[in-house]
């Protein structure tokens, strides 16, 4: 059997740090999923485009793939940058990323389709869990989450603490104090400085910046 695993980063490179030590354990590709912000065009200029995603959950139409936004070969090589309501720009490659663009796509054309909250929840996350999962991707926030089998999840958790992944409940309750309470895909995206200041909040003295 597996589980779903998954993480909150503040930290770009801290997400990719800790889906190299995923990949290091043997889960494979298709199992790991990544969804990052670009709110600050950190990965490239952003798409208004949605793009499409193959069976393996590769982007494989937007402005920029692999190579361009720092990844180089396995799960990376798939991103592609993404515009999503609710989301802002991202990048996005794996599993998750098929619900991702699936959702932007029926919000573009006014179907009801699964979302990325649906998504998590689906995959055993709980209600809140969900909810500020999304809305940290929203607010410069990259999100990781893999399948992972039984006997590998201890090993896979400690391998996504272990690079300053953040604790889903202590950061629920920081954004409820600014008066937030779930996540919303019709709230406005956030700004390249609003993200800054977001990510500056939290980061510890010894973060390393994008």
């Known amino acids: ?21 995923l990949e290091r354990l043997g889960i494979p590709n298709s199992h790991i999923s990544i969804v990052a912000s670009n709110a600050d065009g950190a990965h490239g200029a952003a798409d208004t485009t949605l793009g499409d995603v193959d069976d393996h959950g590769d982007v494989s139409r937007g402005v920029s793939t692999g190579a361009a936004v720092g990844g180089v070969g396995g799960l990376l090589a798939g991103l592609g940058l993404l515009a999503i309501p609710g989301l802002g720009p991202i990048v996005a490659a794996g599993w998750l990323a098929s619900t991702v663009v699936g959702a932007g796509i029926g919000a573009a054309g006014g179907a009801a389709t699964g979302t990325i909250v649906g998504a998590l929840k689906d995959a055993g996350h709980t209600d809140d869990e969900a909810h500020v999962y999304s809305e940290g991707v929203r607010r410069g926030g990259t999100l990781l989450s893999a399948r992972v089998e039984d006997d590998l999840v201890a090993d896979a958790e400690a391998s996504l603490d272990r690079h300053r992944s953040v604790d889903a409940t202590t950061r629920g309750a920081a954004y409820r104090q600014d008066g937030w309470s779930t996540f919303d895909d019709t709230a406005p995206a956030y700004t390249p400085s609003e993200v800054v200041a977001e990510r500056d909040r939290y980061r510890s003295p010894t973060t390393t910046a994008y």
């Open 1 to 21: 059997m597996t589980k779903t695993i998954t993480r909150l980063f503040d930290d770009y490179a801290d997400a990719t740090n800790a889906l190299h030590d």
